[in-house]
Nanobody, 116 residues
Framework: QVHLVESGGGVVQPGGSLRLSCAAS????????MSWYRQAPGKERRLVAF????????NYVDSVKGRFTISRDNAKNMVYLQMNSLKPEDTAVYYC?????????WGQGTQVTVSS
């Protein structure tokens, strides 16, 4: 079955960096696009970044452009989110997601807290 496991979250000071990882299994990873979402306390879960199956196309929400970078390693079935210049407003639970056969698959999430 499909399994997505995020890791790499933690507590970081404003201006710091974190690299999130998502390990995928149970499907042909290289054939499907992947996304990172985040959900802040009391708010809806929102898309942060998208990467196509080959990695050739990426998109970002405006608030993270120039600070976050999504990437993938199809040989390792991994997708990453490099987060630089972190701000307190980046505090959220971060999830990776994929969709196929009209079904969404989510990981359990990893907490990112940006605080001094």
């Amino acid at each position: 079955q499909v399994h997505l496991v995020e890791s790499g979250g933690g507590v970081v000071q404003p201006g710091g960096s974190l690299r999130l990882s998502c390990a995928a299994s149970g499907f042909t990873f290289s054939s499907y696009a992947m996304s990172w979402y985040r959900q802040a306390p009391g708010k809806e879960r929102r898309l942060v970044a998208f990467i196509s199956s080959s990695g050739g196309i990426t998109n970002y929400v405006d608030s993270v452009k120039g600070r976050f970078t999504i990437s993938r390693d199809n040989a390792k079935n991994m997708v990453y989110l490099q987060m630089n210049s972190l701000k307190p407003e980046d505090t959220a639970v971060y999830y990776c997601k994929t969709v196929f056969f009209a079904t969404e698959y989510w990981g359990q999430g990893t907490q990112v807290t940006v605080s001094s």
